[in-house]
């Protein structure tokens, strides 16, 4: 199995050229799978694969034992080495699978001051990367205290290899070609992209239980989803897995409210069945069961953390979605589920998005923040339309299901 997430991860994620240098970022609890990738990367031709270890503990040990008044400390370097390494043309892999209680019973305040920290000084970095220049692939392999919340019933042991049982049919390795498979899976979203694009909607209207939100779109947006292109023409895949289309809302046409319907992960801290109140598209009301300290923390991040940067389709009737597990874990609830993104848009969601000013962007509406933080609201009850710009209806969704072949 390791072999053949390998191989999909370095075939398809990245599509690694010959020649090509790889960064990767890893969790030390992800070794397994990091040694075969490396192996697989260095078979590709790569040159050299540097491997990035972090420990979760390391983590979590900070903020039970530094100092209350240091979270704004931060290593420059490490930043500035990275963003030396993507001009140069690397590919970037980002392997995690986190506690998602790591940080439970910890400072929210310090850990929205440490996340503020480091998006601020990781933005650079960020915006080139996921801005076209260089392929880029995070993935998420089981890990023992993640799968432990999925299956509390289990020892650490069986809930990760009970994961890692999904996860071979979640990531199409259950397969003898899987590389091939996920080829037609890109195919088929690129199929549905294109079909958005050229409908060109004014905004997307969601409709569900405790949502109705009226979303506007930039002008001249862009459909993306499942598989990506960089400036030169290489295509690559961002997530692994992935079954979403997504484009750019307009920062200032997000009206009414909307509720989540699954939990957030962010930074440690899980927020749970909450809702959020959009006026000319800023967040004006919020409320949260669980973690509204949290939500709050976030929301206040900067400007743009309060308004929309991403509207995703994905439909129900996804191989993540019919496992029926929550799995606490972006990569994977926001692949089963419509979501959207509070803080900053993607250039490549605009046309000429990656040659525009910021001065540009902004007078298009395209938001402008230091996080970008995917949360999840689809459902077999939500419907979606595309309204035009007179306001008649297209249907694009009932009952979380696509209205519309390809």
Same mark, same amino acid.
């Given at each position: 199995?390791?072999d053949?997430?390998?191989?999909?991860i370095?075939?398809v994620?990245?599509?690694?050229q010959k020649?090509?240098? #790889?960064?990767?970022?890893?969790e030390?609890?992800?070794?397994? /799978?990091v040694?075969?990738?490396?192996?697989?990367?260095?078979?590709?031709? @790569?040159?050299?694969?540097?491997v990035?270890?972090?420990?979760?503990?390391?983590?979590?040990?900070?903020?039970q034992?530094?100092p209350?008044?240091?979270f704004?400390? %931060?290593e420059s370097?490490?930043?500035e080495?990275?963003l030396?390494s993507a001009?140069?043309?690397?590919a970037?892999?980002?392997?995690?699978?986190?506690?998602?209680? #790591?940080?439970?019973?910890?400072?929210?305040?310090?850990?929205?001051?440490? =996340?503020?920290?480091?998006?601020?000084?990781?933005?650079?970095?960020?915006?080139y %990367?996921?801005g076209?220049?260089?392929?880029?692939?995070v993935v998420c392999p089981?890990?023992?205290?993640?799968?432990?919340k999925?299956?509390?019933?289990k020892?650490?042991?069986?809930?990760?290899?009970?994961?890692w &049982?999904?996860?071979? &049919?979640?990531?199409?390795l259950d397969y003898d070609?899987?590389?091939?498979?996920?080829r037609?899976?890109?195919?088929?979203?690129?199929?549905?992209r294109?079909?958005l694009?050229?409908?060109?909607?004014?905004a997307? !209207?969601?409709r =569900?239980?405790?949502?109705? /939100?009226r979303?506007?779109l930039v002008?001249? !947006? /862009?459909?993306?989803?499942?598989?990506? &292109?960089?400036?030169?023409?290489?295509?690559? =895949?961002p997530?692994i897995?992935?079954e979403?289309?997504?484009?750019?809302p307009? &920062?200032?046409?997000v *009206?009414?409210?909307v509720?989540s319907?699954?939990p957030?992960?962010?930074?440690? *801290?899980? %927020?749970? *069945?909450f809702?959020?109140t959009?006026?000319?598209g800023?967040?004006?009301?919020?409320h =949260?069961?669980?973690?509204e300290?949290?939500?709050?923390? #976030?929301?206040?991040?900067?400007?743009g953390?309060?308004? /929309?940067?991403?509207?995703? #389709?994905v439909? +129900?009737?996804?191989?993540i @979605?019919e496992?029926?597990?929550?799995?606490?874990?972006t990569?994977y609830?926001?692949?089963?589920?419509? +979501?959207?993104?509070?803080?900053s848009a993607?250039? @490549?969601n %605009?046309?000429?998005?990656?040659e525009m000013s910021?001065?540009?962007?902004a007078e298009a509406?395209?938001n402008?923040?230091?996080? +970008?933080v995917?949360?999840?609201?689809g459902?077999?009850k939500? *419907?979606?339309?595309g309204l035009d710009a007179?306001?008649n209806?297209?249907p694009?969704?009932?009952?979380?299901?696509?209205?519309?072949?390809?």
């Amino acid at each position: 199995m390791l072999d053949k997430y390998a191989d999909v991860i370095v075939q398809v994620g990245l599509n690694l050229q010959k020649g090509q240098r #790889l960064l990767i970022s890893a969790e030390m609890n992800t070794a397994p /799978l990091v040694r075969e990738v490396v192996k697989k990367a260095y078979q590709q031709g @790569s040159p050299l694969v540097t491997v990035m270890w972090s420990d979760e503990q390391l983590h979590k040990i900070r903020h039970q034992y530094a100092p209350r008044d240091s979270f704004t400390e %931060i290593e420059s370097w490490l930043a500035e080495g990275l963003l030396k390494s993507a001009k140069e043309g690397a590919a970037f892999l980002s392997v995690t699978g986190a506690d998602p209680e #790591l940080l439970k019973g910890q400072d929210p305040e310090l850990i929205g001051i440490e =996340a503020q920290t480091r998006a601020k000084l990781y933005k650079p970095v960020s915006e080139y %990367i996921t801005g076209g220049s260089v392929q880029w692939c995070v993935v998420c392999p089981p890990t023992p205290k993640w799968a432990a919340k999925i299956y509390p019933e289990k020892s650490e042991a069986e809930a990760e290899a009970e994961l890692w &049982k999904v996860m071979e &049919k979640l990531c199409r390795l259950d397969y003898d070609d899987p590389v091939a498979l996920w080829r037609r899976h890109l195919a088929d979203l690129d199929k549905r992209r294109a079909y958005l694009s050229e409908k060109q909607f004014d905004a997307l !209207h969601f409709r =569900a239980p405790g949502t109705d /939100l009226r979303i506007g779109l930039v002008q001249n !947006h /862009l459909w993306a989803g499942g598989g990506d &292109k960089t400036i030169d023409g290489i295509p690559y =895949a961002p997530n692994i897995p992935t079954e979403e289309v997504f484009t750019m809302p307009h &920062k200032a046409r997000v *009206d009414g409210t909307v509720r989540s319907t699954k939990p957030l992960k962010y930074f440690g *801290d899980l %927020i749970e *069945d909450f809702s959020l109140t959009f006026s000319e598209g800023r967040v004006v009301d919020f409320h =949260a069961e669980k973690g509204e300290t949290a939500l709050a923390k #976030l929301l206040e991040m900067d400007e743009g953390a309060s308004r /929309l940067g991403e509207v995703a #389709l994905v439909p +129900h009737r996804s191989p993540i @979605s019919e496992s029926g597990l929550i799995f606490f874990n972006t990569l994977y609830d926001e692949n089963a589920a419509c +979501h959207l993104a509070l803080g900053s848009a993607y250039k @490549s969601n %605009i046309e000429k998005g990656t040659e525009m000013s910021k001065e540009e962007l902004a007078e298009a509406g395209v938001n402008d923040s230091m996080i +970008h933080v995917d949360f999840m609201v689809g459902s077999d009850k939500i *419907d979606i339309d595309g309204l035009d710009a007179q306001g008649n209806a297209t249907p694009i969704m009932r009952g979380g299901a696509w209205r519309f072949d390809v």
